[in-house]
């Protein structure tokens, strides 16, 4: 290789390893921020926001889901396998929300610990497969 | 690079000259067009029609036929484009520099569809159309770098200059790639986490995966037509001057 082309090379090379760097650096500082949810576990433990609005993640309990009222009060719990807690949501469900299922609620902590979602949004895990397959694989295995 | 073999480096050689470049690709379009029709076909209807039903969405799972080979896409494009504008910066290659430009708008277009798409089947599953998680966020970010690309092209009038600057800022955007790909193990994100590229097992029925295979390979064969002519084009706009697009303009008249 020519001297000058070996020069241009390493100039590029240490140009993406310098960007690379800068950007690890800049992703470590904002990593809390970049986390869209918070966990049960860190609910439970006080770690999120007193009275600000926050994201909840979690898997919809089995049996929890109940409507108090017979109205559009929907009240669930969600759990990470480790700390519960309660939500209570007004409004219209999407179609992947039921029970086992993750989700992430929108919303703030009233005085009780309950979590009042303004927004419930489901979220899909990675798996695809027929129904027959599904219904082979019962009961679903539990992971963390 | 003497560590290439000598007949493998004539070709290299040979294919960076343009004239040489510009026939090949007269003689390879229809092959390649012929291979995507076909693989696209199989595709669309493998996907849409014989894969089953999905056990949870049923069938709105369906427009991961478009989704993910386009997010895929987005990414191979990308990575290519850096490629070539490294090896235009460090070779002065000429046609390099042409496949920079030219993969820009198809890397672009690709990247919209993704988006649009993923929104379109997030509004049912998730019941938002968009949210600012890591994943959405960075591949909108992929977007702007591919619009930034193009217009950076557009802004300088000598397309030499243009090349260098254009493969300047591919490179310092290749970044975003693996933070894309990574994005949903790094962090919790409301983008699900990989489904085919889990390195033990994917998770999606044999009977669903390949067609979702078949309609990527398609749109790997999309993307070389697409960028072939693109090429074509773009090498005509730069050599007009030259004398074998002269003596070439002469023999077709």
Redesign the interface.
């Known amino acids: 290789?020519k001297p000058a082309?070996r020069n241009?090379?390493f100039l590029?090379l240490l140009?993406?390893a310098g960007?690379?760097t800068a950007?690890t650096f800049a992703?470590q500082a904002f990593?809390e921020n970049?986390?869209?949810?918070f966990?049960t576990t860190e609910v439970a433990e006080g770690k999120a926001p007193q009275g600000a609005k926050f994201r909840l993640?979690g898997m919809v309990v089995e049996g929890s889901i109940e409507r108090p009222d017979n109205g559009m009060m929907v009240r669930f719990v969600l759990t990470d396998y480790n700390k519960q807690v309660t939500v209570e949501y007004t409004g219209i469900?999407?179609?992947?929300?039921r029970e086992g299922q993750g989700i992430?609620a929108n919303g703030r902590l009233n005085d009780k610990g309950v979590f009042i979602a303004e927004?419930?949004?489901?979220?899909?895990?990675?798996?695809?497969?027929?129904?027959?397959?599904?219904?082979s694989l019962q009961p679903p295995e539990v992971q963390q | 690079?003497s560590f290439v073999p000598t007949p493998i480096s004539r070709f290299f050689h040979r294919m960076a000259s343009p004239p040489h470049f510009y026939s090949l690709t007269n003689k390879l379009l229809p092959w390649l067009m012929t291979i995507f029709i076909l693989l696209l076909g199989y595709g669309l209807y493998g996907g849409l029609y014989l894969a089953?039903?999905?056990?949870?969405?049923g069938d709105?799972?369906r427009i991961?036929y478009v989704h993910v080979p386009a997010a895929w896409m987005s990414l191979f494009i990308y990575v290519v484009m850096a490629m070539a504008g490294?090896i235009g910066?460090?070779?002065r290659i000429k046609l390099a520099e042409i496949m920079v430009i030219s993969s820009a708008p198809i890397g672009a277009s690709f990247t919209f569809i993704a988006l649009v798409t993923g929104a379109l089947w997030g509004k049912?599953?998730?019941?938002?159309w968009w949210?600012w998680?890591?994943r959405l966020t960075s591949e909108l970010i992929l977007l702007f770098l591919y619009l930034g690309i193009i217009s950076l092209y557009g802004a300088i009038e000598d397309k030499r200059r243009a090349s260098r600057a254009v493969s300047?800022l591919a490179?310092?955007g290749?970044?975003n790639i693996p933070?894309i790909h990574y994005s949903v193990e790094?962090?919790?994100?409301?983008h699900?986490?990989?489904?085919v590229t889990?390195i033990d097992k994917p998770?999606?029925?044999i009977?669903?995966l390949i067609p979702l295979l078949t309609m990527a390979i398609a749109f790997k064969f999309y993307y070389l037509i697409a960028l072939l002519q693109a090429a074509k084009v773009e090498l005509l706009r730069r050599e007009q001057n030259s004398q074998w697009v002269r003596s070439m303009l002469e023999t077709e008249t």
């Open positions: 290789m082309r241009r090379l590029i140009m993406v960007v690379a950007a992703l990593n970049l986390m869209y949810f966990s993640g469900l999407p179609d992947l929300f992430v927004e419930v949004l489901a979220k899909h895990d990675e798996n695809y497969m027929p129904p027959e397959v599904a219904d | 690079m089953p039903t999905d056990y949870q969405q709105s799972y991961i490294a910066l460090i070779w049912p599953m998730w019941g938002t949210v998680d890591a300047i490179l310092v290749v970044v933070i790094w962090w919790n994100t409301l699900q986490g990989p489904t889990k998770s999606i029925h009977d669903m």
